[in-house]
T-cell receptor, first 112, second 110 residues
């Protein structure tokens, strides 16, 4: 089954404690992205990757890092999480075919 | 950047009713998709439809690219259709970044 898998689904952490949210896709897609969703602000892109070792900033990259060492994986790293990074995070992937983007199940992160 | 407006913002319907959701966008697009965000927060890809018409069961969508709008039709609504429907577009010069509309919250009452 074609899918984008994020882990964990839910996470509560403390300010300053480094964390990684993993994302993996099994569709051999070139493009992968991270979005965050906040009430009143909608979905905004954090980072994206056009292919292995190629990443670039989206609209709200501050406080986040990404890496794309393998085509299927695109982890999101919060080196020093702060409460304003409490949000619902989505990973997405898309390819060159005419199917559009597919989203993972979401990760609900709370930073206290 | 490109603007995406959706209407209506909220819609409450009785089970079995039909509905039409609208998405207007301000510039030419490479990609337009409709998503359903269910009550558990998951974003489900409904249609990839930069132009033309597609149907999938009780749902169908039409995009008129030259007039910069898209419509999502839901027929014979069921309670499982409840949630928020988003339209998202990628501009022609895009980097695969989707710009999302503010959504239509649909509530289906049994």
């Amino acid at each position: 089954e074609a899918q984008v898998t994020q882990n964990p689904r839910y996470l509560i952490t403390v300010t300053g404690k480094k964390l990684t949210v993993t994302c993996s896709q099994n569709m051999n897609h070139e493009y992968m992205s991270w979005y965050r969703q906040d009430p009143g602000l909608g979905l905004r892109q954090i980072y994206y990757s056009m292919n292995v070792e190629v990443t670039d900033k989206g609209d709200v990259p501050e406080g986040y890092k990404v890496s794309r060492k393998e085509k299927r994986n695109f982890p999101l790293i919060l080196e020093s999480p702060s409460p304003n990074q409490t949000s619902l995070y989505f990973c997405a992937s898309s390819g060159t075919g005419l199917t559009g983007a597919f989203f993972g199940q979401g990760t609900r992160l709370t930073v206290v | 950047g490109i603007q995406v407006e959706q209407s209506p913002p909220d819609l409450i319907l009785q089970e079995g009713a039909n509905s039409t959701l609208r998405c207007n966008f301000s510039d030419s697009v490479n990609n337009l998709q409709w998503f359903h965000q269910n009550p558990w927060g998951q974003l489900i890809n409904l249609f990839y439809i930069p132009s033309g018409t597609k149907q999938n069961g009780r749902l169908s969508a039409t995009t008129v690219a030259t007039e910069r709008y898209s419509l999502l039709y839901i027929s014979s609504s069921q309670t499982t259709d409840s949630g928020v429907y988003f339209c998202a577009v990628e501009p022609n010069f895009g980097n695969e970044k989707l710009t999302f509309g503010t959504g239509t919250r649909l509530t289906i009452i049994p």
